[in-house]
């Protein structure tokens, strides 16, 4: 656990930590809006086994991290200053970072600032650049999500719903998402989402309507990965070609079996992201079977 601070007061930011604690430059992985640190499991067993140390945060409000007092600062710069507060308490010089969606945006941020530690950067599926009405679909997808669930398979059958873009997962990954997405809560017999609805109300700051983040992009100065679900509704093909001409440290590589967003809990998935953040270029550009394919 870390703290955070908002203007409201402090709260707790779980992380779970992987590898070896002397790396000099961990990789900081960073989830999607509705989703939690451990979503990231076997992309960090699997970068871990190579020696590097791999800091899986939970947003706050979401997984076993603190709910904000004041919903109005689930916003883009509370979430940079507690991810700061994250790398802060690792007393490193230096990180490389995954973001998928949400921590993505996070990511470009972090990395756009001046005097940016992040040295290499993985966005997930999102662009500097996100319409209106893809944010206000998310945000109405959260004003309807359960609280509760009487089980664990009610759980994951509602995992399996709305993420259904990521694509064609196995039982146990399914099950993996769904039992590290609710608690029990003994008291009333169910099993509570961790997530706090409130973050909904975040979509209502200015930083949401719509979200323009090309200054960020364009002054990112270190290699970016960007990852594309070929059906993704959030990020298209042409915004990807754009982020590339505005930003020539960037490549792109899509798969063609997902939308919103890659899991990255496929092997050919987490290849792509190893190779690229252990700089095992070119082999990284190269399509895998089938799957996907650098464009």
Not at 39 to 63: E, N, W
Not at 85 to 97: M, N, Q, S
Not at 140 to 167: E, H
Request: charged fraction near 20%; charge should be neutral; proline fraction near 7%.
């Amino acid at each position: 656990m870390v703290l955070g601070l908002s203007p409201a007061g402090f709260h707790e930011i779980a992380c779970t930590d992987w590898g070896p604690l002397d790396d000099p430059r961990p990789i900081v992985c960073v989830h999607g809006l509705t989703r939690q640190g451990r979503d990231f499991d076997p992309l960090a067993a699997a970068l871990a086994a190579r020696g590097r140390r791999v800091i899986c945060p939970d947003l706050p409000g979401r997984g076993r991290s603190g709910r904000l007092r004041n919903p109005d600062d689930y916003a883009l710069p509370q979430y940079c200053a507690d991810m700061n507060a994250v790398i802060a308490r690792l007393g490193v010089r230096e990180v490389d970072w995954v973001g998928t969606s949400l921590g993505g945006l996070i990511g470009m941020i972090m990395a756009g600032f001046a005097g940016s530690i992040v040295r290499n950067l993985v966005i997930n599926d999102i662009g500097p650049f996100v319409s209106a009405s893809g944010l206000k679909r998310i945000g109405q997808y959260i004003g309807s999500m359960p609280a509760s669930f009487p089980t664990l398979d009610a759980a994951d059958a509602y995992i399996r719903t709305v993420l259904a873009p990521y694509g064609d997962l196995s039982d146990a990954q399914w099950r993996h998402l769904a039992r590290h997405s609710v608690r029990w809560n003994a008291e009333h017999q169910r099993y509570d989402m961790l997530c706090d609805p409130a973050i909904a109300k975040g979509f209502r700051s200015p930083w949401f309507y719509p979200l323009n983040l090309w200054a960020y992009w364009e002054a990112i100065t270190v290699p970016v990965l960007v990852l594309h679900g070929a059906r993704s509704d959030l990020l298209s093909f042409a915004l990807t070609q754009e982020m590339k001409k505005r930003n020539r440290g960037a490549s792109v590589f899509s798969f063609d079996d997902c939308g919103h967003v890659p899991p990255l809990m496929a092997e050919e998935q987490i290849a792509v992201v190893t190779r690229f953040i252990l700089q095992e270029a070119p082999a990284w550009r190269q399509p895998s079977a089938g799957a996907a394919g650098a464009r």
